[in-house]
């Protein structure tokens, strides 16, 4: 409980809501990518020779889907590296749901990272790649 609440925007009910539904068994997904299809956050990526779509998973579990995309909008004012990732989604012309869907995305990475190495969250750790990108 102490790594989910360190995370941004996590408080005690929706810690504990996100800490029910992802479960406490540290081996039940195999990496990011399995704790992020769950959360129904990661998109689905389709293409058939020339064409290439990109889509929302509808598949999900949805209370999870819904408290990550809750935890993505309460983490813009508790996380400048969250804001400013959202931020620049919006400037290149995403919706705010979809801003707020890669968001959670890259909040449940973030939370399988710690789980994985049992670290509390750390702000310059989570988005140093971001900020060394932009410089």
């Given at each position: 409980?102490?790594i989910?609440?360190?995370?941004p925007?996590?408080?005690t009910?929706?810690?504990?809501?996100?800490?029910a539904e992802?479960?406490?068994?540290p081996?039940?997904?195999?990496?990011?990518?399995?704790?992020?299809n769950?959360a129904?956050t990661?998109?689905i990526?389709?293409?058939?020779?020339?064409?290439t779509?990109?889509?929302?998973?509808y598949?999900?579990?949805r209370?999870l889907g819904?408290a990550v995309?809750?935890w993505?909008?309460c983490?813009?004012?508790?996380?400048p590296g969250a804001r400013a990732?959202?931020?620049?989604?919006r400037?290149r012309?995403?919706s705010h749901?979809?801003?707020?869907?890669?968001l959670g995305?890259r909040?449940?990475g973030?939370?399988?990272g710690?789980l994985k190495?049992?670290?509390r969250?750390?702000?310059?750790n989570?988005w140093?790649?971001?900020?060394?990108?932009?410089?």
């Amino acid at each position: 409980a102490e790594i989910y609440l360190s995370q941004p925007g996590l408080g005690t009910v929706l810690g504990a809501r996100v800490l029910a539904e992802f479960g406490d068994d540290p081996h039940r997904y195999q990496d990011h990518k399995a704790r992020r299809n769950y959360a129904g956050t990661s998109p689905i990526t389709r293409a058939s020779g020339r064409r290439t779509v990109v889509l929302a998973r509808y598949a999900r579990n949805r209370r999870l889907g819904d408290a990550v995309h809750q935890w993505a909008f309460c983490a813009l004012n508790a996380s400048p590296g969250a804001r400013a990732y959202y931020d620049q989604l919006r400037a290149r012309g995403t919706s705010h749901h979809a801003a707020l869907r890669q968001l959670g995305n890259r909040l449940v990475g973030i939370l399988h990272g710690c789980l994985k190495t049992r670290t509390r969250y750390d702000e310059t750790n989570a988005w140093a790649h971001r900020q060394a990108a932009a410089a």
